[in-house]
């Protein structure tokens, strides 16, 4: 923390100045995001409380784990709607084109009759 501050001395400051800090005992913290999780396993959780908001300082060994996307289920229905729509007769190519549009009937006609 700072230089040459006794611990106790610290404590004793951030007393007077309405700061708490208390250790929590934490297994694990998980920080998930948009792009994937943040993962801290043995981790040193300190809670400070300063003017009415708490805030979190977190150390440990830090791992990150992509967001995984969910699988996409195509029906035949689906297949044969865009193979009529599109002109094509092929089901492969009608799948490919689902699945490059996350199951979006509507965009994958719409790419096929633009090739």
Same mark, same amino acid.
């Given at each position: 923390?700072?230089?040459?501050?006794?611990?106790?001395?610290?404590? @004793?400051?951030?007393?007077?100045?309405? =700061?708490?800090? %208390? $250790?929590?005992?934490?297994?694990? &913290?998980?920080?998930? #995001?948009?792009?994937?999780?943040?993962?801290?396993?043995?981790?040193?959780?300190?809670?400070?409380?300063?003017?009415?908001?708490?805030?979190?300082?977190?150390?440990?060994?830090?791992?990150? @784990?992509?967001?995984?996307?969910?699988? =996409?289920?195509? %029906? $035949?229905d689906d297949?044969?709607? &865009?193979?009529?729509? #599109?002109?094509?007769?092929?089901?492969?190519?009608?799948?490919?084109?689902?699945?490059?549009?996350?199951?979006?009937?509507?965009?994958?006609?719409?790419?096929?009759?633009?090739?």
């Open positions: 923390m700072m230089p040459n501050v006794d611990p106790k001395q610290l404590k @004793k400051m951030m007393d007077r100045m309405g =700061i708490k800090s %208390s $250790e929590i005992d934490a297994q694990r &913290v998980i920080i998930e #995001s948009s792009e994937g999780d943040i993962i801290i396993d043995e981790p040193q959780v300190i809670l400070i409380e300063a003017q009415g908001t708490k805030s979190f300082q977190i150390s440990g060994s830090v791992s990150e @784990k992509p967001k995984e996307l969910p699988k =996409i289920e195509i %029906s $035949e297949i044969k709607m &865009v193979k009529e729509q #599109s002109g094509i007769e092929d089901d492969n190519l009608a799948r490919a084109a689902l699945e490059e549009s996350n199951g979006n009937i509507a965009e994958a006609i719409l790419k096929l009759k633009d090739n």
